[in-house]
T-cell receptor
């Protein structure tokens, strides 16, 4: 139980284009989903928290107009990186919670912007 | 701002040795989770501790939550190469909406 999937697992895009990453909870309803960014050999950095049907809450320093988050259902959240630049290249990981204090993580999406 | 200090940051040991990873904070957490992450993959939840003084065992891994719920430790007995990975502790602040505060991680390498 508590499986979270992410799609795509890796993506390469050109600078200036937008990329959408999907996060799905496969066997439970996720009242809250979280988006993290992880740089090589570093820990996870929380970008934003989203509750189903509500606007996402972004962490300080994260541009909400650049990283668009939609949590339209209890099993799906999307992160869209708009007008991507090489510095946006990173490992993006989502997690989902069913309302308890535990988070279940997706396998991550490796984004490379050329 | 709540912080979770994790140590050591790097650990390289021989197969069969024991090791302990620590997470410390000056703040109280309602729960604390330990995760293990392989390169290029998402973190996998190992255990959640909730009660002060709680001890949980997962095969050769022993997790302990401090009495005051401000610190936790992970002890691995007779480490094996398969234990190699990044170990992350994460705490849920009291009154938070499920947000986790992550330690910086411990990169463990177990050599055969």
């Amino acid at each position: 139980g508590a499986v979270v999937s992410q799609h795509p697992s890796w993506v390469i895009c050109k600078s200036g284009t937008s990329v959408k990453i999907e996060c799905r909870s496969l066997d439970f309803q996720a009242t809250t989903m979280f988006w993290y960014r992880q740089f090589p050999k570093q820990s996870l950095m929380l970008m934003a928290t989203s509750n189903e049907g509500s606007k996402a809450t972004y962490e300080q320093g994260v541009e909400k107009d650049k990283f668009l988050i939609n949590h339209a259902s209890l099993t799906l959240s999307t992160l869209t990186v708009t007008s991507a630049h090489p510095e946006d290249s990173s490992f993006y990981i989502c997690s989902a919670s069913d309302g308890t204090y535990e988070q279940y993580f997706g396998p991550g999406t490796r984004l490379t912007v050329t | 701002t709540q912080l979770l200090e994790q140590s050591p940051q790097f650990l390289s040991i021989q197969e069969g040795e024991n090791l302990t990873v620590y997470c410390n904070s000056s703040s109280v957490f309602s729960s604390l989770q330990w995760y293990r992450q392989e390169p290029g993959e998402g973190p996998v939840l190992l255990v959640t501790v909730v009660t002060g003084g709680e001890v949980k065992k997962l095969k050769r891994l022993t997790f302990q939550f401090g009495d005051a719920r401000k610190d936790s430790s992970l002890h691995i007995t007779a480490a094996q190469p398969g234990d190699t990975g990044l170990y992350l502790c994460a705490g849920a602040a009291i009154g938070s909406q499920g947000n986790l505060i992550f330690g910086k991680g411990t990169k463990l390498s177990v050599k055969p």
